[in-house]
């Protein structure tokens, strides 16, 4: 997709500032634009809006042409690709599509998951060894090193090797300029598989037998090779010829990581020929080289496989410092005090003590506890603890289900002893494997991670506060505002200003300083003004949980893990959805509903998450969902551009959803939008 933005050059300081209009155009429909035998290849469109795809006062006129031909030998190729120059024969423009389209070691993801190949952007460091006849090595305009085969007329990434040490795939062109089949030569298994991938192991039997018509092997970076299937303009890491001459698995091999329990459940263990242990998911159907009980390297841009809840829990809770050691913590309480009693019992044990098998009894009450009781216990006590008449947590601007830290809980003395206390049972409940019946503002759970917090973070916990900075931010506020780096709040009566930097309550914010005060209103009223009470928390939560373990999670994920998922009850969910823009009717609104539908519970706790801020549903369902102007049920509106993303205004429960053309679209944009 071609994206043309407009804006007026006045107004443009920022990104996004002097918007004025947008064209989207396929890449498709300018290739057929430029191909076409037309003299004038000029097009007018109407420009649009981008949120809400309504025509602007305004019409842009664009041109495309197609490079000739004969000018392709001259071209100081910028990346080099597999692309075999085809002489002065024409060529119709499927062809020079498919051509451009496909031969590119370096434009494809492989269908299944796994990373995307990257061209080896090799240094020619084997001085002394020449290169096979006919091959020139050249360096592009980014000092880059890539090879020419002027017999094959083809350039690559890879430098040659030896004839017999060839690993790589010819491309040879036909006389019509169409891709032919491709050739292997000396195929075999890579030595060590990509670290994140979901492959099917390569043994090395197939060396000898050609590939299906139309396909073609080329490898990765660090050698792996990977298939292209130009007839579904696809990859993958599965070799199309396994299909026709499976290996048969062979079974039992000792598990060598038999201590990290047993296998997710849908998991197989396998070996290859040359025994290689591999696993099979038989839920995605799948195989991997990786044991799905280890961890792998997870960053925020990681693909939703690596990022798999269930995944990143089986080994959160296997490691060693994750086990209960021997002996016993017994922990006696009344229903009538559980509060008080609570504080006494556990704040009475080391942490390494609160490790132990934990067994919970209520005072007058016979019975073991194999796990119910000490599940009611944490239910109960989650109630007492986070009630909000003791100070200590108050409930986020637009609910009164989602919990956050109380600024004012110094108005009893104890209150640090009562938040290592909270820390400690927080850290129980997830070692222990239990829930608390508690969820907080999204922001709570990313101090948890260290996170850095964002203006986004603050809707939650001052929602006009957040609107007011978001206004600043995108105006100029040059003799429009007076501020300066402070605040001002009151303290039990009294009105307290607080400087936000060393003399602060001098220092002007300027246009050009603006972001610097509103990073420091957010950092303040989130965190800063909450410090003592948080590092108390963490205090106690640090002596049960590892917090190189716990950074394991995102902080959706973390949600889960300290509060369980909640419940979600579709048809209460559908009964109980207003809609604006789009009737309950209405194709795409069907289409999303069958999508919910469909997903595992996880998933529909995220996308609760991503539209209200939480997965927590109210104890009355749906129709008690709260907004920060009071009671706001979950809305969808129609909004945005086909082929962008649904977004989420979580104050307002209200999901933008663009009017989306078939259901795989929608599925797709809003499983991105969402993990």
């Known amino acids: 997709m071609i994206a043309i933005q407009v804006f007026d050059h006045k107004k443009f300081k920022k990104r996004d500032q002097g918007f004025l209009g947008v064209l989207n155009l396929p890449a498709t429909e300018a290739i057929s634009i430029a191909s076409s035998p037309s003299s004038s290849h000029v097009?007018?469109?109407?420009?649009?809006?981008?949120?809400?795809?309504?025509?602007?006062?305004?019409?842009?006129?664009?041109?495309?042409?197609?490079?000739?031909?004969?000018?392709?030998?001259?071209?100081?190729?910028?990346?080099?690709?597999?692309l075999p120059t085809v002489g002065r024969s024409k060529m119709n423009i499927c062809d020079l599509h498919s051509?451009?389209?496909?031969?590119?070691?370096?434009?494809?993801?492989?269908?299944?998951?796994?990373?995307?190949?990257?061209?080896?952007?090799?240094?020619?460091?084997?001085?002394?060894?020449?290169?096979?006849?006919?091959?020139?090595?050249?360096?592009d305009g980014q000092n880059r090193t890539y090879y020419v085969d002027h017999t094959m007329r083809i350039t690559t990434w890879h430098r040659p090797q030896a004839p017999s040490a060839l690993h790589q795939t010819l491309v040879r062109p036909t006389s019509q300029g169409n891709p032919s089949?491709?050739?292997?030569?000396?195929?075999?298994?890579?030595?060590?598989?990509?670290?994140?991938?979901s492959a099917t192991p390569q043994d090395g039997t197939y060396a000898e037998i050609p590939l299906p018509l139309g396909w073609e092997e080329r490898r990765t970076a660090d050698g792996r090779p990977y298939f292209v299937d130009h007839h579904l303009r696809t990859t993958t890491w599965t070799d199309p010829r396994r299909a026709n001459n499976p290996t048969p698995p062979v079974m039992a091999r000792p598990d060598k990581n038999a201590d990290l329990g047993p296998l997710p459940s849908g998991w197989e263990m396998r070996l290859t020929s040359t025994r290689r242990v591999y696993f099979v998911d038989h839920n995605t159907r799948t195989t991997s080289w990786d044991d799905p009980r280890l961890p792998g390297h997870v960053d925020d841009n990681a693909p939703q496989y690596k990022r798999d809840y269930r995944r990143k829990v089986v080994y959160f809770r296997s490691q060693p410092k994750m086990r209960v050691t021997g002996g016993k913590c017994e922990i006696k309480v009344r229903r009538t005090h559980i509060l008080e009693d609570s504080f006494t019992a556990v704040m009475g044990f080391t942490g390494e003590a609160l490790k132990r098998?934990?067994?919970?009894?209520?005072?007058?009450?016979?019975?073991?506890?194999?796990?119910?009781?000490?599940?009611?216990?944490?239910?109960?006590?989650?109630?007492?603890?986070?009630?909000?008449?003791?100070?200590?947590?108050?409930?986020?601007?637009?609910?009164?289900?989602?919990?956050?830290?109380?600024?004012?809980?110094?108005?009893?003395?104890?209150?640090?002893?009562?938040?290592?206390?909270?820390?400690?049972?927080?850290?129980?409940?997830?070692?222990?494997?239990?829930?608390?019946?508690?969820?907080?503002?999204?922001?709570?759970?990313?101090?948890?991670?260290?996170?850095?917090?964002?203006?986004?973070?603050?809707?939650?916990?001052?929602?006009?506060?957040?609107?007011?900075?978001?206004?600043?931010?995108?105006?100029?506020?040059?003799?429009?505002?007076?501020?300066?780096?402070?605040l001002t709040e009151e303290r039990f009566g009294e009105m307290v200003t607080i400087e936000l930097k060393p003399g602060g309550e001098d220092a002007p914010v300027t246009e050009e300083n603006k972001k610097e005060y509103v990073d420091s209103v957010v950092a303040y009223r989130i965190s800063k003004r909450v410090k003592e009470q948080f590092d108390s928390f963490m205090a106690g939560l640090l002596e049960l949980i590892p917090e190189d373990l716990i950074g394991v999670f995102d902080e959706r994920e973390l949600e889960l893990l300290i509060g369980g998922m909640s419940e979600i009850d579709m048809d209460d969910w559908t009964k109980f959805t207003d809609y604006r823009g789009y009737e309950k009717t209405d194709q795409v609104i069907e289409w999303f509903w069958q999508c919910i539908r469909s997903w595992p519970a996880e998933r529909k706790s995220r996308l609760l998450q991503f539209t209200t801020g939480t997965s927590r549903v109210p104890v009355n369902g749906f129709k008690d969902l709260q907004g920060s102007d009071g009671p706001r049920r979950f809305t969808i509106?129609?909004?945005g551009d086909p082929q962008g993303l649904p977004r989420s205004h979580t104050c307002f429960n209200r999901l933008d959803l663009p009017p989306y053309q078939d259901y795989e679209s929608l599925e797709t944009k809003l499983i991105f939008a969402i993990e």
């Open 99 to 139: 051509q451009l389209f496909h031969l590119r070691p370096f434009e494809h993801q492989p269908s299944t998951a796994g990373p995307a190949p990257q061209p080896s952007r090799m240094l020619d460091d084997e001085h002394g060894v020449p290169l096979p006849p006919n091959w020139e090595r050249r360096v």
């Open 357 to 486: 098998r934990l067994m919970v009894s209520f005072e007058g009450e016979d019975g073991l506890d194999y796990g119910g009781v000490s599940r009611e216990w944490f239910f109960l006590l989650s109630h007492e603890i986070f009630n909000p008449s003791y100070g200590l947590f108050e409930y986020s601007t637009h609910d009164n289900y989602t919990l956050q830290i109380n600024p004012a809980s110094g108005i009893n003395p104890d209150h640090l002893s009562y938040f290592k206390f909270i820390g400690r049972c927080l850290g129980l409940a997830i070692f222990h494997r239990r829930f608390l019946d508690a969820y907080f503002v999204p922001s709570f759970y990313k101090m948890i991670l260290r996170k850095q917090m964002a203006l986004a973070d603050l809707e939650s916990v001052d929602a006009d506060l957040h609107r007011s900075l978001g206004w600043m931010l995108e105006n100029d506020i040059t003799d429009v505002l007076d501020e300066t780096f402070s």
């Open 181 to 197: 089949r491709a050739v292997s030569v000396g195929a075999s298994s890579p030595s060590t598989p990509a670290a994140s991938s």
């Open 637 to 639: 509106e129609k909004s």
């Open 43 to 82: 097009i007018t469109k109407e420009l649009t809006m981008s949120s809400n795809n309504l025509p602007v006062h305004g019409k842009i006129s664009i041109s495309f042409t197609m490079i000739p031909i004969e000018l392709w030998d001259t071209l100081d190729l910028h990346h080099p690709t597999l």
